[in-house]
């Protein structure tokens, strides 16, 4: 196995590790373990999905994954920057025996002259990998220059040092050891000794599922992706109510999902990193205090005496997004929902299924638009906020601010708690209760309008088209009122 011991740094060169690194020209992706991306405590970002083919398989499986940026230390002492999928586990134990050379001394007087990536083991013993460099930087790593040993096993050389590499004439009886890969079928397992934490007890004829489990580095399979959104979907229905023409749904709570915690002092203390901000800037702060209090006003949010609670608790950190204009200035404020008190500790979007992806092909959506003689485009005026969250839910999205902006000290006399009574966007089950929603609503109506809008919507964008005017001023008129419905409205109507 290609292996090299080498220091693992953050990017800001503050945490260090020592670990031995796993050259893998198979794996296209680079992956490090969980517990040396917090060792490290690198920085994160946001989950991505990955598709991984396995040995002997012909379809591939979606895993959900972050990634990380850590420099490598160079044998010249220089770092190299990579990025990695960070994953729970990357192998078991690897088990490092001695390697049997033919012409040892010659060996010897070879490495005298060489800087050696990895020890030699002289005793059989097993060591963990907490990365796996794929081939993604494989070829930045590893140089074209090789020496041959004996038939079979080479010197490597790399920017990590020579790394030994290849096979010997090593033949071991002892066929009680464990293995990485294992037969489906059959009587015989492979005798190559790399893997030592498969159960000493399997059986003749293992499970094939235990393999694609390692080689899925420890994470589960599309079956279980697919069980989480077929449980976010039936909770979805259990609960939707719709009342006073309007929809109320519940949050798709993860089944046996930590506690959220009520993390208020984090809320706090983002609220005054925000009002330093804009202390020197009022008229920005009053834009951030008319859109709460018109949203207010709309019964988009409400008030929450701070002794009142309903089931779990939680704060929303929030802040502002401006983008200068023309003319005006764009502004709004955005909620964050992945906030953590703790690494350790769940934010709330770790609590909530993300829910099945509901949007159409925007690829189908575009072609069908081009057919149409006259292409019709709206959208649905601040969609997440028309559908109504249930009372028992509302308390995970509270958020504070100020309650007088004539003095904008940032103390607990002067904090007003407000809570979501619509869902907000930010949480990352707020896009499938939107798209369920709406699917529910239109397929409530037996017509080809409702038909043809369920298929020519994107998230709260609507692009379709008729063949004739008339037709245009029909879909318009019923299109507007299976909305107006449920209290939506399409609006900026453009023909083209």
Not at 260 to 273: C, D, H, I, Q, Y
Not at 304 to 329: D, R
Request: contains cysteine.
């Amino acid at each position: 196995m290609q292996t090299s011991r080498t220091e693992i740094w953050d990017t800001e060169g503050l945490n260090k590790e020592n670990v031995r690194i796993l050259l893998d020209s198979g794996s296209q992706r680079t992956y490090i373990t969980e517990r040396l991306a917090t060792s490290l405590n690198l920085k994160r970002t946001k989950e991505q999905e990955i598709r991984l083919v396995t040995f002997g398989s012909d379809k591939s499986k979606v895993i959900k994954t972050m990634s990380t940026k850590l420099n490598v230390r160079l044998k010249d002492g220089h770092d190299y920057t990579i990025t990695a999928n960070i994953v729970p586990t990357i192998t078991g134990s690897i088990q490092r025996k001695p390697v049997r050379i033919s012409d040892r001394d010659n060996f010897r007087s070879l490495i005298k002259n060489l800087s050696l990536a990895d020890d030699i083991p002289t005793e059989e013993y097993t060591d963990s990998i907490e990365l796996l460099l794929g081939n993604d930087y494989y070829l930045d790593i590893v140089l074209g220059h090789k020496i041959e040993i004996q038939p079979g096993l080479y010197l490597l050389s790399s920017k990590l040092d020579w790394i030994l590499s290849g096979r010997t004439n090593e033949i071991d009886d002892n066929a009680s050891d464990t293995n990485l890969l294992i037969l489906s079928y059959g009587n015989s397992i492979t005798k190559t000794q790399v893997f030592t934490n498969v159960v000493k007890c399997v059986p003749n004829t293992p499970d094939i599922e235990d393999f694609w489990n390692i080689e899925t580095i420890g994470l589960k399979d599309t079956t279980n992706v697919r069980s989480e959104d077929d449980q976010a979907m039936e909770d979805f229905k259990e609960n939707l109510v719709f009342k006073d023409n309007r929809y109320h749904v519940t949050w798709p709570w993860k089944i046996d999902h930590q506690e959220v915690p009520e993390n208020r002092p984090l809320a706090f203390g983002r609220l005054k990193s925000l009002v330093s901000r804009f202390k020197d800037k009022p008229d920005v702060l009053q834009k951030y205090d008319s859109l709460i209090q018109d949203q207010l006003e709309k019964g988009i949010i409400e008030k929450v005496p701070t002794s009142k609670k309903n089931g779990l608790t939680h704060y929303l950190p929030h802040h502002a997004v401006i983008k200068p204009g023309k003319s005006t200035i764009k502004f709004r404020i955005v909620y964050d929902a992945s906030a953590k008190t703790k690494i350790e500790n769940s934010s709330l979007n770790d609590c909530l299924y993300r829910g099945p992806v509901l949007l159409n092909d925007l690829c189908g959506i575009l072609l069908r638009f081009r057919v149409h003689t006259i292409g019709i485009v709206s959208d649905i005026e601040k969609a997440f906020l028309q559908i109504r969250l249930q009372k028992d839910q509302r308390d995970v999205t509270r958020f504070l601010w100020l309650k007088d902006l004539e003095n904008p000290e940032v103390t607990q006399n002067q904090i007003q708690v407000y809570r979501f009574c619509r869902v907000p966007f930010g949480v990352v089950s707020s896009p499938f209760l939107l798209r369920a929603t709406i699917d529910y609503h239109l397929d409530s109506y037996n017509n080809d309008v409702a038909k043809q809008l369920k298929q020519d919507i994107y998230m709260d964008n609507v692009v379709t088209g008729t063949d004739t005017i008339d037709a245009a001023k029909d879909l318009y008129t019923m299109s507007k009122g299976i909305f107006e419905d449920a209290s939506m409205n399409l609006r900026e109507w453009a023909l083209i």
